[in-house]
């Protein structure tokens, strides 16, 4: 069981520069009177291959969760009600081979940027039928980039070992895969606004975001025939949250403008998003969205 006094001493030593690989935040602001069940904290896994506090993607993904501040009054993060803090902690193949995911009861597992194919080669078969089993009992998982393709659907039994069919969603246009780097203008559906204020699709049912794309997917509902042949019954309620509203492409290339950026649905009991973009890595607007989603994930209940 994770220490939470522990991990926030962790996290000012992480803060003023020493290194760590398990760091709890952010800090009830100075003026909040919120405690016991009001202060809602949720434990996530960071995937690496090995244990390192420089590891890249876990020093985006502590940026993002524990160094940014909430945004002052927000609905889910930062109300009179509720404040999320994050309980972070790396976690290597082995670790979740040897059933850690249950044992450090981890509620969501972040797997980041890379190349998917040799994410899914370390984890091995083991470590995916742990994640799928994590899924299936209520879990949650968030895959950015190379996390996203390892949530996809295959289209062909050379993917298999690599697309772990956690969403009804096939990759387009996988051979032009190394399509550029930048900020992405993007487009919040109405449904990827509910999972960050619930209140704001009264108004509109679209937004304007910004965030880092490089090499990402491009996802595609997947065909009968390929659910058929390689999909899983466990997932359901596939939704688009984010849309692309820029392009990054070959000469040869399909255009990315209006395909899905960020889809979610549902695995067994948990839950699942798939970012083709860099959350972790954008503006602010991104990183309190992406937030939001490990609170999706996590299926917490909120204090109204």
Known sequence: MINLEELNRARKTFIHGEKVTEICGPELPAT?????????????????????????????????????????????????????????????????????????????????????????????????????????????????????????????????????????????????????????????TSDGMSICNPSDVATTDKEDIVMFYRNGPLFIKATKENLKTFGSDKSTNNKVLVTFKQTFKKKEGVDMIDTPAVICGEYGKGRVIAYSTHPEASEEKAITQFKCSFVWCANICLIN
């Open 32 to 188: 909040s009177t919120l405690e016991g069940d009001n202060v809602k904290k949720i434990n996530v896994g960071c995937f690496v291959y090995k244990k390192d506090p420089s590891d890249r993607q876990w020093k985006h993904l502590i940026h993002s969760l524990v160094q940014t501040p909430h945004p002052s009054s927000h609905p889910i993060l930062n109300s009179n009600s509720n404040f999320i803090q994050f309980n972070c902690v790396q976690l290597d193949p082995s670790d979740i081979r040897n059933n850690q995911l249950i044992i450090k009861k981890i509620n969501v597992l972040w797997i980041g940027g890379g190349l998917a194919p040799e994410h899914c080669e370390r984890l091995m078969e083991k470590g995916k039928l742990e994640i799928l089993k994590f899924l299936q009992f209520g879990g949650g998982y968030i895959g950015c980039c190379a996390g996203a393709y390892i949530a996809c659907t295959p289209f062909d039994l050379d993917l298999t070992s690599w697309n772990y069919s956690l969403l009804n969603y096939s990759i387009l246009d996988l051979n032009n895969w190394e399509r550029g780097m930048g900020m992405c203008n993007c487009e919040l």
